[in-house]
Each structure stands twice: as C-alpha cells, then as structure tokens.
T-cell receptor, first 108, second 114 residues
Framework: RKEVEQDPGPFNVPEGATVAFNCTYSNSASQSFFWYRQDCRKEPKLLMSVYSSGNEDGRFTAQLNRASQYISLLIRDSKLSDSATYLC?????????FGQGTELSVKP | DAGITQSPRHKVTETGTPVTLRCHQTENHRYMYWYRQDPGHGLRLIHYSYGVKDTDKGEVSDGYSVSRSKTEDFLLTLESATSSQTSVYFC?????????????FGEGSWLTVV
C-alpha cells in the first residue's frame, strides 16, 4: 500500500464547476500536510497548507481529518487556469511524501 | 525565486554509464530531496538528506546513491544507468521539518538512458 494515495483522475469539469480531491495517508505520525499544483513539465508549487481546523484561500478550501487520515481540497467556481495536476503531500518529520497526483482539466 | 538549481537540465546517456545529477542551493536549508517523476506515479522519493553527511532512503532508492558533503550540494548518482531510470528528476529543499513555507523545487533534470 502506498503511503499517500489520491483519487484517480483525470477529472474533466466545465468552467464554474465545483470539484473535490481526496487523499489518504497511512502513517498516523505524519505531522503536516499540503496541496501542491503542478503544470505540465514544470516543478510542483505550493498551493496551500492544510490545517486541522480547515483553511480557505479564495476559491480553494482544504480540510484535514486526522482521525480518518485523509485530506481534501475543494475548488469552487473552476477556471480554465485551474487545469493542472494536484498533488497531496505529507511531511513526516522532514521526509516529504507525495501522492501520485490527480489531473484536473477545466473545459469552456 | 528561491536559490535552487539543478544540473544538468537535460542529458542523454548510454546504458551502463555512470551519471551524476547535482542540486545546488543558496538558502542554507537543512533538508534536501531527490525525486523522480514518471507518468501515473507522481513524485517518488529516491533519497533525502537531513544534514551534511546525513541521508536516508526513500521509496525507490535501488540503483541510486547520494552524497552531501556540504550544506549547499546534494548529488544523485546512477552508478550504472539503465533504461528504467529514464525519467524527470526533481530536487527540492526544505528549511524545517514541519511547515511548508520553505519548500522549493528545482526546475527538473530530464534524463534519457538509451
């Protein structure tokens, strides 16, 4: 079993749609959690950190459920520019583990 | 932009030859990582370092070795390259073991083994 697993993709949605990504992790000692965005053939870039209380950044909302060991990312009012691969990342005391990524394609 | 560079950015090499990829940082960050990325697999951790001369294996370490003799450089070596090691390699740096605010990636090194 992979340490960090994500929903299989791709997700194809129309502009304006709401889309949700989920991610589960197996190591309960994991300390911090993030969502990264990666555009084709580019390096990943931090989208947002994920906190137990939930956090929001504009159209993006991230949630962490430590008891169930999953994190989620909600994107509201999808834009064409949101098309990318979204990676969940778990920090285990300095060791960064990535999920396999979920591809999102937003269509006009 | 964070001071992290990878070299070479692109390389074609023959099966059985040694290859070394270099990651250089100017941020004085403690942690450094090497990942490979292949279709359908996301980023898989090869090795990481938590200090000078301190390294540990990741998920896909077979066939790879690393060295970190100084804070700013983390070298990834393929002792005898194989076609299965054709991939994009990303280096990353991290300033602490908890927050994500100090994690930065290099632009990637495209390696083709023929």
């Amino acid at each position: 079993r992979k340490e960090v697993e994500q929903d299989p993709g791709p997700f194809n949605v129309p502009e304006g749609a709401t889309v949700a990504f989920n991610c589960t992790y197996s190591n309960s000692a994991s300390q911090s959690f993030f969502w990264y965005r990666q555009d084709c053939r580019k390096e990943p870039k931090l989208l947002m950190s994920v906190y137990s209380s939930g956090n929001e950044d504009g159209r993006f909302t991230a949630q962490l459920n430590r008891a169930s060991q999953y994190i989620s990312l909600l994107i509201r009012d999808s834009k064409l520019s949101d098309s990318a691969t979204y990676l969940c990342v778990v920090n285990q005391g300095g060791k960064l583990i990535f999920g396999q990524g979920t591809e999102l394609s937003v269509k006009p | 932009d964070a001071g992290i560079t990878q070299s070479p950015r692109h390389k074609v090499t023959e099966t059985g030859t040694p290859v070394t990829l270099r990651c250089h940082q100017t941020e004085n960050h403690r942690y450094m990582y090497w990942y490979r990325q292949d279709p359908g697999h996301g980023l898989r951790l090869i090795h990481y370092s938590y200090g000078v001369k301190d390294t540990d294996k990741g998920e896909v370490s077979d066939g790879y070795s690393v060295s970190r003799s100084k804070t700013e450089d983390f070298l990834l070596t393929l002792e005898s390259a194989t076609s299965s090691q054709t991939s994009v390699y990303f280096c990353a740096i991290n300033g602490d073991s908890y927050s994500g605010n100090t994690i930065y990636f290099g632009e990637g090194s495209w390696l083709t083994v023929v």
